[in-house]
């Protein structure tokens, strides 16, 4: 959970104050590499991601767990699936590697000598 240990000492680092509150970590977001929290529901997670999705606001977006064990869990049983009916998520991979998820050719063994 490093990540979101590093997310309050930005918040702390930026804001001067030992205990944040919970305003100071969202008036933070935006500056630096914090995003903006959102809390919710699958349904409301869904609709936040496919807005700045579709509009385009971003093209991806960083999860990061609340919870352990469950949290990731939780958003792949709930979350998941509900982009997927929307469209917004793959339901299936175009391939067995990650190479092949991407389109990419099978590189020539020492083409990278030439």
Not at 22 to 36: C, E, K, Y
Not at 76 to 88: A, H, K, M, N, T
Not at 102 to 109: A, F, M, W, Y
Request: charged share 20%; aromatic share 10%; with cysteine.
């Amino acid at each position: 959970m490093t990540g979101i240990q590093g997310n309050r000492n930005q918040v702390i680092e930026v804001t001067g104050k030992d205990t944040p509150t919970l305003r100071d970590f969202v008036n933070v977001s935006g500056r630096g590499r914090l995003a903006h929290p959102v809390v919710g529901g699958p349904t409301e997670l869904a609709d936040y991601f496919e807005e700045w999705f579709t509009t385009p606001a971003c093209d991806g977006f960083v999860i990061a767990g609340t919870h352990m064990p469950g949290a990731f869990q939780d958003f792949v049983d709930l979350v998941v699936p509900e982009l997927q009916r929307r469209g917004l998520f793959r339901t299936q991979y175009s391939g067995n590697t990650l190479r092949d998820h991407l389109g990419l050719t099978q590189p020539i063994p020492g083409a990278w000598r030439r």
